[in-house]
């Protein structure tokens, strides 16, 4: 019996980062519904073209990262054997083209900013390890992922979807300045766990009339979420980063939820599903 295709399919999940899938979902979900919302079939066609271009990435941010995991990371699949470079860089690529192929014909707007957000995947990819902002890249693509969204949607582009795209982007960029310790196996520091509470200050702030219960709930969820996730870094006298930054990127799902702010309709369950699935997910597949 050939037991090579597991091992293999096991890679390309690994390379993939699969488990954060779901909150890529969960970005398209509330940047669309934020736009007005429309078809279903429009969001589940945005879906599988923005997971295409975030396979994307996340192939090529190997592709890229190759030299520094033969000396760094070496349980990584490249410098490990278990793929060649160069069908990462052709995977990573053709993942990236049809996401945005996808995408492009839906309007001028979307098109144009598919193409950024193709650029900024890009250039975070090829400079993160170079740069200290390069977490600020990470948030923007994030935030031009619920621009992409609410592009598709029959409202277009509104203020509080730029607005909760923006507290998302600031999140992430938190959740990654974390993240970017552990690559460089640095002494962490505690003021990228401030920018983590962006949502619920947007929350605070604009939350009003029947969405004023409904905010004040979910900020305590998430609020709650993100202390105890940061317990494994700040809390203990041998730090988990890793099971933080995992922890807190599953709570994405729990971002998008925050900026919908809207208990009262059944679709709002999505939200909890991929957030749950991508706990589930990262038993199987690590999430960075």
């Known amino acids: 019996m050939n037991f090579a295709r597991p091992s293999k399919l096991r890679t390309l999940l690994v390379l993939g980062r699969v488990s954060n899938l779901p909150t890529i979902w969960s970005n398209c979900l509330a940047g669309w519904w934020l736009g007005g919302a429309g078809q279903w079939v429009q969001l589940l066609w945005l879906g599988a073209s923005v997971s295409s271009l975030y396979l994307g990435g996340m192939f090529l941010n190997d592709a890229f990262d190759a030299g520094f995991d033969r000396l760094h990371r070496r ?6 054997g ?8 052709q995977w990573g690529c053709a993942w990236l083209v049809m996401g945005a192929v996808g995408l492009v014909w839906i309007s001028r707007t979307t098109a144009l900013l598919t193409l950024v957000l193709s650029a900024c995947i890009l250039l975070y990819n090829a400079l993160h390890k170079m740069v200290a902002i390069a977490p600020l890249l990470m948030g923007a693509c994030r935030f031009l992922v619920y621009l992409v969204a609410a592009s598709v949607a029959n409202n277009g582009i509104t203020g509080y979807g730029v607005w909760a795209g923006l507290a998302l982007a600031v999140y992430v960029a938190g959740l990654s300045y974390l993240a970017r310790k552990e690559s460089f196996h640095a002494p962490v520091n505690y003021w990228p766990a401030f920018l983590l509470g962006a949502p619920l200050l947007l929350a605070l702030l604009v939350d009003d009339g029947p969405y004023r219960r409904d905010g004040c709930t979910l900020s305590v969820i998430l609020g709650v979420w993100i202390l105890w996730a940061l317990r494994y870094t700040f809390g203990q006298g041998h730090p988990n980063l890793g099971l933080t930054v995992s922890r807190l990127l599953a709570a994405i799902a729990l971002v998008d939820l925050l900026a919908v702010a809207d208990l009262t309709t059944p679709w709002i369950g999505l939200f909890v599903i991929w957030f749950v699935l991508a706990l589930l997910f990262q038993r199987f597949i690590p999430a960075t």
Do not use: H, L, Q
């Open 75 to 80: 349980n990584r699949p490249i410098p490990s």
């Open 82 to 89: 278990a793929i060649d470079e160069k069908e990462v860089w």
